[in-house]
């Protein structure tokens, strides 16, 4: 449940982003208008939200997971790319999937 309240935090950023990408032809980052810096972003679940492009290329969202209950969650980052052509958000970890929802196994 932890990965999933990181997630929900995150979703009002997805449609910013596909907005900005929409409107300006490239991702956003944490530094323009209308976003703040990553630590703004920080939640009960997450230390912070870093957006920018991926090492592929696409825009993405990157969450830094914080659970110091649970070595498996805390310090390790959850992806939300977005492909711009297709409109499709997906989701990807460094966590085992047996922490993750459905949709971000694989």
Do not use: K, M
Request: hydrophobic residues 40%.
């Amino acid at each position: 449940s932890q990965v999933a309240q990181a997630l929900a935090a995150a979703a009002p950023l997805q449609a910013q982003v596909a907005a900005f990408v929409a409107g300006h032809e490239r991702c956003p980052g944490n530094d323009d208008p209308g976003f703040g810096p990553a630590e703004a972003y920080a939640g009960s679940t997450h230390a912070g939200i870093e957006l920018g492009e991926s090492d592929e290329g696409v825009c993405a969202i990157e969450l830094l997971l914080q659970d110091e209950r649970n070595e498996n969650l805390d310090g390790h980052r959850l992806w939300l790319e977005y492909e711009a052509a297709a409109g499709q958000w997906r989701c990807s970890a460094e966590i085992e999937d047996r922490y993750l929802p459905a949709h971000c196994r694989g």
